[in-house]
């Protein structure tokens, strides 16, 4: 018998995620199935949740509410960073994440979602934050997770 998806078990499958308007954002197709080890946080809450106890070949239509999903949109929080100012070694584009250090010295993600010839526009909330997600998933294999994976608390 094969195996389910279940905790500390290393799940690959393939998907296609769409969002409420039908508009497809991401997509396993053309590329490897993604590989996770299941029950440690590495895929969202929503999609981890329901997928647990899918049989290998099963497919499934999950729906993830932008709460177990990316989070809700928080609006106001958007940074006007001047280009000048902006790290050389970065070329910003719309999409890209980096690392912003707040005053109280925390490392907080940030998304740019403009790019002018004189200022970045940089967005606390992850680009999908406020959508509803819709899943398309297909299992391919499920294995038990190797002591080093558990160790480390993702598959490799
Ligand atoms: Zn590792």
Not at 9 to 36: A, H, I, K, M, N
Not at 99 to 104: K, Q, R, S
Not at 114 to 136: C, I, M, Y
């Amino acid at each position: 018998m094969s195996l389910t998806v279940g905790k500390d078990r290393v799940v690959r499958f393939e998907y296609v995620l769409s969002l409420d308007d039908g508009q497809v954002v991401d997509s396993s197709e053309g590329q490897e199935p993604l590989t996770y080890l299941h029950g440690h946080g590495n895929i969202i809450p929503g999609l981890e949740r329901q997928m647990e106890g899918m049989e290998v070949g099963e497919e499934r239509d999950i729906t993830v509410e932008p709460e177990e999903g990316y989070g809700p949109y928080i609006e106001g929080h958007d940074l006007v960073v001047p280009l000048e100012e902006f790290p050389p070694n970065i070329k910003p584009e719309v999409g890209l994440g980096l690392l912003v250090e707040t005053p109280d010295g925390q490392q907080v993600p940030y998304f740019v979602t403009e790019v002018s010839d004189t200022f970045v526009r940089l967005d606390p909330n992850h680009p999908l934050a406020g959508q509803r997600l819709h899943f398309k998933v297909k299992v391919v294999e499920v294995r038990e997770a190797t002591d080093e994976e558990l160790a480390h608390g993702h598959a490799h």
